[in-house]
């Protein structure tokens, strides 16, 4: 039922995003050079205090766990992504998502209309300091449009996501069928 109600919305909404300019994407355009040898430098001169030296300098370190995207049933080029992000000492906002798995992917929420879910684009996700956001299943998600079968045949799929301080995080979505925790299934 649940799902059934998800499909024809994202049914629904690729048809409508069909009609959307195509909008540039700068994946793969990265030139950044600079500051990464510093940027190590300083890693190496602190304890290894977690699980995570490449954020040591940041000004906002961003965990993310859970992390996975949902395989789509054949004949579907859109799937959605899931995870739980949290922000370290700021807070954060994420802003975009990209991958090579998908020719676009947008964020959106899940809102009631006429006793309807129906998911809608939005701007981005707000982190508070300290605190996470889950993204799940009915919920909040990432959106991949025009998928590459052959990247989700591997089983993982990277995503770039990217905050709206220029950070970025490389994460590996885990192709599944259903959330990690849903056991017993
Ligand atoms: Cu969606």
Avoid: K
């Amino acid at each position: 039922m649940n799902h059934a109600i998800w499909l024809a919305a994202a049914s629904a909404f690729a048809l409508a995003a069909c009609n959307d300019p195509a909008t540039p994407t700068p994946y793969g355009d990265s030139d950044e050079t600079g500051a990464s040898t510093q940027d190590v430098q300083d890693s190496m001169d602190q304890t290894p205090a977690d699980q995570a030296p490449a954020a040591a300098s940041d000004p906002t370190a961003y965990t993310v766990v859970g992390a996975w995207i949902r395989n789509p049933p054949p004949g579907r080029d859109v799937t959605a992504a899931f995870m739980t992000l949290t922000a370290g000492n700021a807070e954060g906002r994420l802003i975009d998502a990209r991958t090579n798995a998908a020719a676009r992917t947008e964020i959106h929420t899940m809102a009631m209309e006429d006793d309807v879910m129906r998911m809608r684009r939005v701007e981005g996700f707000d982190i508070p300091e300290g605190g996470s956001i889950t993204l799940a299943p009915g919920g909040d998600h990432l959106m991949l449009f025009e998928i590459d079968r052959d990247v989700l045949a591997t089983g993982q799929v990277l995503i770039e996501l990217v905050f709206e301080n220029g950070q970025t995080v490389n994460q590996v979505f885990e192709v599944r069928d259903t959330a990690p925790d849903a056991e017993g299934n």
